[in-house]
């Protein structure tokens, strides 16, 4: 709402512009009335109004001089007259004040009112977003470049320059995305890429809070965002500027959460500083913010709380040599055991220890990507692999995919010392390795290879490879698939059909069920060439 301070020595020319219409309506609200300019001045004082309607001409302190004294005051306030057709003379000193308009008394009605009205609050929104927007580039650039607030002085008003050094408070907007070391390795499911700047603008336009203003909110990279915050009033300090700081906090994150369509942790501090010394603040402590990647939903937290680190129980002699070893040799129960200390690494908050085991776990496993084959079951290992199954913007997701594809690499290469299948199920892998391209083949003549009816065919099968024939003829068919768009820049369609599949749709939807990314994400970023040891 714009204040609006009314002013005329008539009193019933002061009720009848205060009754005219609705001001709350159309964004204004009356916050005094004066009958004399001595008591325009005092009510100014009081309640900083964004906006004097005066009458011009007042016996003792006129209009004139009332605008005057307001305009040494505060340049940035908005002065309406009112005058009568005598008052001519009035109103070419008003002029040379700057004054944004006049109405005359005669000629004025609700409709007359409302449109000047409109017209000077079109015009402080303008000005203000100016403002805004000068103030937000030169906090950005003073905490992104650690520039000093000084170069700005030549060129900005005195009452800029007095809010771009002023102490504020901040809060801190990330937005939950994937480790950086998970998306340097595994294709990741796509996240929407939105900017939130105007929505934290919006959010809070729409729920003011009296005492605390936003004068800026920018960005520190393409994820990130500090919302700056100001005390408007006195509020004491200690329990009851950090309830308040909570509040700002929580309605942010319980806006962005339901709106933006990602999700946002939000930590907030109650240290006053200048954007500068924050910045400072800021690096000190920038690593504690991963912390975020431990949680299994966005954070809401103080930021002094982020520095508390846990002190898990884990088995640190575990080293990267042994859990590779464990790996090669299938020992489940190590790879359980290790697991087990990521998952307290992670509860405890032990951000160094549980990002240090991400990453060598997604090299290790990378290491493996598209190079291992199952000597019993033919299955390639593959990182990529239903990745889109997992949920990789909290650490429960990601631990879960980094067990899940741990176990399976050590299954898979586990199965290069085990003994072979039976007869049957051997010739069946052969007949399916022969006859893959062949878009008829059946689980009837599969079973039929080997002397076995369907039912008895398939329950062999899945008894000893531990996947479904079905299954297993589509695995096979998606590595030959892999290996064509590898070694030939073949279409998507002809690929489908060398490989047995009738329709290229269909084909593409097992195809990223199995690796995890559609034909074309595939072929453009280049995947790794998938061994041919059949």
Known sequence: MIKVLLVDDEKMALDYLNDLINWEAYGFR????ALDGEMAIRLFKQQRPELVITDIKMPGLSGIDLASIIRESDSDVRILFLSSYADFNYVKQAIRLNVDDYLIKADLNEEMLIKKLLQVKDSMQKVKEAKAYTLRKMMQDIFSNGSGEEKYGQWIDEQTFVRLV???????????????????????????????????????????NGSITMPAVFSVDNTSYIAVFHRQ????????????MYQCARLLYDSLNTDS???????????????????????????????????????????????????PSADSALTVDMVRTAVKENKVEFLERLFENIVM???????????????????????????????????VFSLASSITNYDLLYAQGVIKMLKDKTMELSSIMHEQFECSYS?????????????????????????ASCGLSPAWGTSKFKEEVNIGINEFLNEYRI????????????????????????SSQYFSKVFKKIIGLTPNQYKNKGIGQIDENT
């Open 30 to 33: 009356v916050v005094g009335m």
């Open 166 to 208: 002023r102490p504020y408070y901040y809060i801190l907007i990330l937005m939950q995305t994937p480790l950086p070391v998970l998306e340097s390795y595994i294709p990741m499911r796509e996240y929407p890429h939105v900017s939130l700047e105007e929505s934290i603008q919006e959010i809070w336009n729409k729920n003011l």
């Open 233 to 244: 009033k006195n509020i004491s300090l200690g329990n009851q500027l950090e309830q308040q």
């Open 261 to 311: 369509g990602m999700p946002c942790s939000v930590i907030y501090s109650t240290k006053s500083c200048t954007v500068k010394e924050f910045r400072d603040y800021y690096k000190a402590h920038k690593d504690e913010l991963v912390q975020r990647f431990l949680a299994n939903k966005p954070i809401l937290i103080h930021f002094e709380d982020m520095r508390k680190e846990g002190n």
């Open 345 to 379: 690494y992670q509860k405890a908050n032990d951000y160094i220890a549980y990002l240090w085991w991400t990453k060598q776990l997604v090299e290790l496993l990378q290491q493996f990507d598209g190079k291992v084959e199952g000597k019993k079951s033919g299955r």
């Open 423 to 447: 007869k049957n199920i051997e010739r069946m892998i052969e007949y399916i390795r022969k006859n893959y391209a062949d878009p008829d083949i059946s689980i009837v003549e599969i079973s």
């Open 479 to 502: 590595k030959k698939a892999c290996s064509l768009f590898d070694s030939n820049d073949y279409m998507i369609y002809e690929v489908a059909e060398l490989t047995g599949f009738t």
